[in-house]
């Protein structure tokens, strides 16, 4: 038998998110169920529920940053028993047998990973929903260990904001003596300072706002550029290996590319469309300059950050809401008021109207 659930659901692109029942399936062989403790609020959310890239399906349930307990298991599960903590990040399946998947890859699925939510079950045809909600089924493939001594809160976004940023530092090959900057202070950029710093990068954060450089310091970085200053970032010229740009909305990535060193790469893992202004290639073409992408990252990659984490004692910088501030935290969002990543309490559910 399905369950019912509670959760909060956008209805259109305008509308207020708001309470929703809905279904959760029956277990297959090889799920788990979730009841869910903590879910990260992404700025993907706000994208996906306001329809920012086209493909909304409404109702939507958003959230893809999930801690919670395991509270049943399928007859096939062996990796997790009731009472385990477990994550959830952005995808609960992909096909399993394309090249990607063949590489731990399920985030490039020749076929097309299943997202969290807003997605098509493979198996069923119906519509995935996320994380603000009680409860979640998901196949035990893609659900993640949390290792003993991470606090769950804390560790929420690290299953979209930390492996997002996480994985271009990793495939970039930052370590000690790397030079990396990061664009944008939110929840992905203050995980990439944590980061770089932990791996032993020497960080710089180009910031849009001066009052962030305290902050920016405590989490990681060495210094701080004021993006909108161009004597500051003339300051810059040349100088780093590796830019994870972080902006969620169309801005000018020409300011960054004469900071990178000769042969230096800037991955976006922000802004997901076409560039306003568009990219000039000669200053890329004259030095070996690379700009690239990188999405979330794969389940293994996953799990290997989170286990680094739990040794290194890193989890996000959250502020707990209750789910019916849910759009007063999107507005706030909005003005980049976030100190670093909002975090629903889902103990608030039981109090919706
Ligand atoms: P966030 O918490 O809102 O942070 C974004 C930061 O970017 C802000 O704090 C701000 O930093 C800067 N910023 C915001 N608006 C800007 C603008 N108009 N121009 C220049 N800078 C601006 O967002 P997030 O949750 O970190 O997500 C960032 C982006 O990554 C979103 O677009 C999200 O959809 C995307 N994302 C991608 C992946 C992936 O797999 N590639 C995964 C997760 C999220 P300052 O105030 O310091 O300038
Ligand atoms: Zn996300």
């Known amino acids: 038998m399905s369950t019912t659930v509670r959760g909060y659901a956008a209805f259109s692109a305008e509308e207020p998110l708001a309470p929703f029942d809905f279904e959760r399936r029956r277990l ?8 869910i403790l903590y879910c990260g609020i992404c700025h993907s959310d706000l994208h996906n529920a306001r329809n920012h890239w086209g493909n909304a399906t409404y109702p939507m349930v958003p959230g893809h940053e999930i801690i919670g307990r395991v ?17 959830v990040g952005c995808m609960v399946d992909s096909c399993g047998h394309c090249a990607a998947c063949g590489q731990g890859l399920e985030q490039y699925c020749e076929n097309h990973a299943t997202y969290t939510y807003n997605g098509v079950d493979l198996q069923e045809g119906t519509t995935t929903y996320g994380g603000y909600s009680e409860r979640i089924v998901v196949s035990q493939d893609f ?30 090959q ?20 944590k980061f770089a710093k932990a791996l032993g990068a020497d960080v710089t954060l180009f910031s849009r706002s001066a009052a962030k450089e305290a902050d920016a310091r405590r989490l990681g970085a060495d210094r701080i550029v004021l993006s909108t200053d161009a004597a500051h970032r003339k300051a810059n010229t040349g100088r780093f290996d590796l830019i994870v740009d972080t902006v969620p909305y169309a801005h000018d990535v020409n300011l960054y ?23 000039n290639s000669a200053p890329l073409v004259m030095n070996r300059k690379t700009v690239a992408g990188s999405l979330i990252g794969g389940i293994a990659e996953t799990q290997k950050m989170l286990d680094f984490c739990a040794k290194q004692g890193l989890a996000a910088d959250i502020e707990l809401i209750r789910i019916q501030d849910i759009n007063h935290a999107f507005e706030r969002m909005v003005r980049s008021d976030v100190k670093y990543r909002f975090v629903i309490d889902m103990a608030s559910l039981k109090d919706a109207a």
């Not at 297959?28 to 009841?35: E, G, H, K």
């Not at 001594?149 to 930390?162: F, S, Y």
């Not at 000690?176 to 990439?192: C, E, F, K, P």
């Not at 590319?257 to 990219?279: I, K, N, Q, R």
């Open 71 to 87: 509270v049943e298991v399928g007859p096939s599960v062996t990796r997790f028993k009731v009472g385990d903590a477990a994550g």
């Open 28 to 35: 297959r062989d090889d799920d788990v169920a979730i009841a």
């Open 174 to 193: 930052v370590g000690a003596g790397s030079r990396v900057a990061v664009v944008g202070l939110g929840g992905l950029g203050h995980m990439a300072l």
């Open 257 to 279: 590319v004469p900071t990178l060193a000769t042969g230096g790469t800037l991955v976006l893992v922000g802004y997901l469309g076409p560039l306003d202004p568009t990219l």
């Open 143 to 172: 659900v993640l260990r949390v290792p003993p001594g991470l606090d769950l809160a804390g560790a929420a976004p690290l299953l979209c904001a930390g492996i997002t940023t996480w994985s271009p530092l990793r495939h970039w």
